[in-house]
């Protein structure tokens, strides 16, 4: 049976591709898992491409095969604009579709310490996927759900926030006296 696009999917093709490729970062729900991660990504070849695992970023849930939930934020005003169903696949290291992949990626990468040798630490260490778009979007401007959508912050021993050093307000605070 053939089947035939119509103008409502080309710009909802158009919609998650702007969006996807203009917003550096995502949020990406996997089947089975109550909470979503974000994820910093490209978007290559007709879907959004993330690399993961060993020192870059986790992808826990994420398995080749499985579909997960892609939301991509408003570069502008960072809310949700637009989410959709995706079929998550794995990019075999060397491979036509990674080399590409791996290409579009590195230049995302903000502060690799190996920016030279990237490519190679990822073909050992990491995962490569490749989230395609599986279905029509879920949520768009004017079909949007209500709620909050807030979570709590996913655990981790990571911190930025340490006690201020006593005599930190008397600095800020002091009158000049003249």
């Not at 990504?41 to 986790?58: F, M, N, R, S």
Request: hydrophobic content about 40%; glycine content about 10%.
């Amino acid at each position: 049976m053939e089947t035939t696009s119509t103008a409502a999917d080309f710009q909802e093709r158009a919609l998650l591709e702007e969006a996807a490729k203009k917003s550096g970062l995502l949020w990406v729900l996997p089947a089975g898992q109550a909470q979503a991660r974000a994820l910093w990504h490209a978007w290559y070849d007709g879907a959004v491409v993330v690399v993961g695992d060993g020192a870059e970023q986790p992808l826990h849930g994420l398995v080749a095969g499985q579909p997960a939930t892609v939301t991509v934020r408003s570069k502008d005003k960072w809310g949700r604009l637009t989410s959709w169903p995706a079929t998550v696949s794995e990019l075999e290291p060397g491979s036509e579709g990674w080399l590409g992949a791996v290409e579009e990626l590195k230049g995302k990468r903000l502060n690799a310490p190996d920016t030279d040798t990237i490519g190679d630490r990822w073909a050992r260490e990491c995962r490569v996927l490749r989230l395609a778009p599986s279905g029509p979007l879920t949520e768009q401007p004017g079909a949007m759900p209500h709620g909050s959508h807030t979570a709590r912050p996913m655990e981790t021993p990571a911190t930025t926030r340490e006690p201020i050093p006593a005599g930190l307000p008397k600095l800020l605070f002091r009158r000049r006296g003249r």
